[in-house]
């Protein structure tokens, strides 16, 4: 079975900082880029960030560039979203997902995701 379990979501006041967890299981994870995307009641779905599993090459929206960073613990199919700088706009709900290639292609092609976890920046 396909899992991607995400945490590490909160309320944060705006300049503070959370770093999201995803832990995959039930697919090749070698196989897959994984993305974070999120979603704000409203709003449109964001891809904001992914990571390569071809050459652990990164993407970022425009929208988090310099204050977001991607990593991955290979060893233990877990992908991390450190988040700096927080800003009311960047309260949504963030998902990650194995996307449909080994590289960051974009838009985002959605294989399988998460539930997610909720992030609320508080002004």
């Known amino acids: 079975e396909v899992q991607l379990v995400e945490s590490g979501g909160g309320l944060v006041q705006a300049g503070g900082s959370l770093r999201l967890s995803c832990a995959a299981s039930?697919?090749?994870?070698?196989?897959?880029?994984i993305g974070w995307f999120r979603q704000a009641p409203g709003k449109e779905r964001e891809g904001v960030s992914c990571?390569?599993?071809?050459?652990?090459?990164?993407y970022y929206a425009d929208s988090v560039k310099g204050r977001f960073t991607i990593s991955s613990d290979n060893a233990k199919n877990t992908v991390y979203l450190q988040m700096n700088s927080l800003k009311p706009e960047d309260t949504a709900v963030y998902h990650c997902?194995?996307?449909?290639?080994?590289?960051?292609?974009?838009?985002?092609?959605?294989?399988?995701w998460g539930q997610g976890t909720q992030v609320t920046v508080s002004s």
């Open positions: 039930g697919f090749t994870f070698d196989d897959y880029a």
């Open positions: 990571i390569s599993s071809s050459d652990g090459s990164t």
């Open positions: 997902a194995a996307l449909g290639s080994s590289w960051c292609l974009v838009p985002f092609l959605y294989d399988y």
